[in-house]
């Protein structure tokens, strides 16, 4: 079946525009997590929503960076006055997350999208 | 703070040689620990993961795992790795009723044919 998409794969912007990230999960996946590549920094997570419950922003960096989860399924994540540091490869992942089995917390990720500030 | 380390940076091996690479983790309660890999160009992808029961896993590709407690640690091992191994490879850790992934800063490895 489709995996997790994302769009746009690549994205250049200004420093101070705003950009906004797609992801599409997996059809079904209840749990949609948002995380960031930098080179040299690993994977760093930035948002999870689950269902219907209100989403653990924890690891967003700062308050320039939003996100919000429509219908249960797509996603957007938001990036207000983009600065340079912004850039990174920013991934989505989706999981059934469907009962307490942890088996279902299994994450899938997409190909991710790669921002560039210039 | 919580975290999850990867000892080796970039790991550099010849074919068949054996492998073996390190990841611990701070967190001192339930874990489900997870290795990802990803190849040139291509998106994550799940090598192998444990949630309890035995504590060696086995993936793809032929790679294993043993999850060993007392250490905190859950290293990835193949016996002999073949050029078509060459990818990043990150383990990470979903901490008790935690929805997220911690994940380490990653080892590249490349394998010399």
């Known amino acids: 079946g489709a995996g997790v998409s994302q769009s746009p794969s690549n994205k250049v912007t200004e420093k101070g525009k705003d950009v906004e990230l797609r992801c599409d999960p997996i059809?079904?996946?209840?749990?949609l997590y948002w995380y960031r590549q930098s080179l040299g920094q690993g994977l760093e997570f930035l948002i999870y929503?689950?269902?219907?419950?209100?989403?653990?922003k924890s690891g967003l960096p700062s308050d320039r960076f939003s996100a919000e989860r429509t219908g249960g399924s797509v996603s957007t994540l938001t990036i207000q006055r983009t600065q340079q540091e912004d850039s990174a490869v920013y991934l989505c992942?989706?999981?059934?997350?469907?009962?307490?089995?942890?088996?279902?917390?299994?994450?899938?990720f997409g190909p991710g999208t790669r921002l560039t500030v210039t | 703070a919580q975290s999850v380390s990867q000892h080796n940076h970039h790991v550099i091996l010849s074919e068949a040689a054996s492998l073996e690479l390190g990841c611990n983790y701070s967190?001192?309660?339930?874990?489900?620990l997870f290795w990802y890999v990803q190849y040139p160009g291509q998106h994550l992808q799940l090598l192998l993961k444990?949630?309890?029961?035995?504590?060696l896993v086995k993936g793809i590709k032929g790679f294993e795992a043993e999850f060993i407690k007392s250490k905190f640690s859950f290293n990835l091992r193949k016996p002999s790795v073949q050029w078509s191994d060459t990818a990043e490879y990150f383990c990470?850790?979903?901490?008790?009723?935690?929805?997220?992934?911690?994940f380490g800063k990653g080892t590249k490895l490349s394998v010399k044919p």
């Open positions: 929503f689950q269902g219907n419950s209100a989403p653990d």
């Open positions: 444990y949630f309890s029961g035995d504590p």
């Open positions: 059809s079904g996946h209840t749990a």
């Open positions: 990470a850790v979903k901490r008790g009723s935690q929805g997220n992934l911690i």
């Open positions: 967190y001192g309660g339930t874990v489900n």
């Open positions: 992942a989706s999981s059934l997350a469907r009962s307490g089995l942890a088996e279902h917390y299994e994450q899938y």
